[in-house]
């Protein structure tokens, strides 16, 4: 009889989030800086304003996968009365970690198997480009049900799956002229980033009990944002 794969622990988990980053941890925490700007840019930042408007008190807000802390950092920036925590679990993040805001913090957990408690009291989570690398998203949309106030809000914005002519024609227009390791880079790339499609996103959610507010295409359809509340059930 087969049994079940036992669950990655911290250490492996680690391994693998280098491995899927490209290799080089530190190279992979600058791009994330790096990159910051173009992926929160002016589009992103009215989407982000649209959707919170509505919550000005005091508030929980997470951020899963918070990487270097940048977005973290600018919302605790933002709205000094909220409660900003960044959740992730790469070595390199963490050591490329921006400098927080009193209101901000960050806390060390795998999103596969989250151990925080957050009773019902979180008003809003972002999950930006973190669940394709994850292995168990059910886990944590489950656990995210448990989090969320009545009112909260789960913000997901990822890739999404997409022909290989768009996907490499994006970044990679001439792939004859690329060396070996970066072919070898691009094409696992492509096969971790063509994880889920829109839809399988939107199912997910339904099935874990969210009801999908909105969702919206970006990035020439290379990935999508998608708002969602918890359903009553809870
Ligand atoms: C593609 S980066 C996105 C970073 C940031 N959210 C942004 O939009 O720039 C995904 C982040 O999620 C983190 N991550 C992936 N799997 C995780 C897990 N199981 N637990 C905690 N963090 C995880 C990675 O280490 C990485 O920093």
Redesign the pocket.
């Known amino acids: 009889m087969s049994s079940a794969p036992a669950t990655p622990d911290l250490h492996t988990?680690q391994q693998y989030?280098q491995q899927h980053h490209g290799g080089d941890g530190n190279l992979a925490a600058q791009r994330?800086l790096d990159n910051?700007s173009r992926?929160h840019n002016q589009d992103f930042w009215a989407f982000w304003q649209h959707q919170t408007a509505a919550f000005e008190q005091p508030l929980q807000m997470l951020d899963l996968?918070?990487?270097a802390g940048q977005?973290l950092r600018d919302v605790a920036l933002q709205h000094p009365d909220w409660h900003c925590t960044g959740?992730?679990?790469?070595p390199y993040?963490l050591e490329h970690m921006v400098e927080l805001p009193a209101n901000a913090r960050v806390v060390i957990?795998?999103?596969?198997q989250p151990h925080q408690a957050f009773d019902h009291n979180v008003s809003l989570i972002m999950a930006?480009?973190?669940v394709h690398?994850?292995h168990q998203p059910v886990a944590l949309f489950r656990t995210i049900k448990s989090w969320l106030a009545d009112d909260g809000l789960l913000i997901l914005i990822d890739m999404v799956r997409q022909p290989l002519q768009s996907y490499m024609q994006h970044s990679h227009p001439d792939l004859t002229m690329l060396p070996r390791p970066e072919l070898e880079y691009a094409f696992s790339q492509y096969a971790e980033h063509n994880r889920y499609s829109a839809d399988d996103l939107q199912w997910l959610l339904s099935q874990c009990g969210f009801e999908v507010l909105q969702r919206e295409d970006i990035r020439s359809g290379r990935a999508v944002r998608l708002v969602a509340r918890a359903g009553k059930a809870g």
Do not use: I, P, R, S
């Not at 959740?87 to 790469?90: G, I, N, S």
């Not at 957990?109 to 596969?112: E, I, T, V």
């Open positions: 988990l989030l994330t910051y992926h996968g918070c990487g977005f959740v992730e679990c790469a993040m957990d795998d999103l596969n930006n480009m973190l690398e994850l």
